[in-house]
């Protein structure tokens, strides 16, 4: 698996964008979609990377870091293809995120994501790298759809 800096408007990319923010509007109430659209991932306070398959270069996955501040950070747009869960790489995203937001000095990585059973799967990932909930962070207010995290480093 390679992962890598990637453009959120390749292609293949933006056909697993278009599945995740179209799960995120079929499981959560409009008002609580969270998930950033491929223009707003491409803002110079986000850097975005793609986990693709070594040998044949098929996407396997995509996660972004949001910098807030220098302490400050947010994990987004985080997901998997269909054909590619359970092999590990999420947790192979995330970790690579959370070594480019500690080598940057980041302090504070946070995260929000949704109470639905949906996204069951989502919070036990987080708990198994360390993240904890939290109460909300930067412009984010209490949603009774909403989970927040977060992860010292």
Known sequence: MLIAIDDPMAPDVL???????SDMH????????????????????ITFWSARDA?????LGIGALKQHD???????????????????????VLGAIVAEARARGIRTLNLETGVEPYFAPARALYARHGFTQCPPFADYTDD??????????
């Open 15 to 21: 056909a697993l964008l278009d599945e995740h923010l």
């Open 26 to 45: 079929a499981t959560s109430p409009a008002e609580s979609v969270h998930a950033l659209d491929p223009e707003a991932l491409q803002h110079p306070a």
């Open 55 to 59: 040998a044949a270069g098929a996407l």
């Open 70 to 92: 220098e302490a400050m950070a947010e994990l987004k747009s985080m997901r998997t293809t269909a054909a590619a869960r359970g092999r590990g790489v999420a947790s192979a």
């Open 144 to 153: 009774p759809n909403s989970v927040y995290f977060t992860l010292a480093l």
